[in-house]
């Protein structure tokens, strides 16, 4: 699915790739494919079959990411367990998570 706007709140249970294109994004639930965000602001507790490639200024990522997970933004936070792969580039990283990759 497609999601565009300013802000938005997602409660999620997609069997494909999510697009998110938005200001600020809260978002929970379960995603069968890959899931790619834009946006000023992201608080995602999701759960992820595919990849996950996020750009923002904030972002706070929660949950379980079976596939590889791409982070750009200036205050990142992981507190999800990742079964394979982290890239994050930030200014500042927290990592509270696992990652097994």
Do not use: F, M, P
């Given at each position: 699915g497609q999601?565009?706007?300013?802000?938005?709140?997602l409660s999620l249970d997609e069997?494909?790739?999510?697009l998110v294109l938005?200001?600020?994004v809260v978002g929970e639930g379960r995603i069968g494919g890959d899931l790619t965000v834009f946006a000023a602001d992201v608080r995602m507790n999701v759960t992820v079959d595919g990849e996950v490639q996020i750009v923002a200024a904030d972002i706070e990522l929660d949950g379980?990411?079976?596939g590889e997970v791409g982070l750009?933004?200036?205050?990142?936070r992981v507190g999800a367990d990742l079964f394979d792969d982290l890239e994050a580039a930030g200014a500042d990283l927290t990592l509270n998570g696992t990652v097994a990759g």
């Open positions: 999601y565009i706007g300013g802000d938005l709140n069997n494909d790739d999510v938005a200001a600020d379980t990411i079976q750009a933004g200036a205050d990142i």
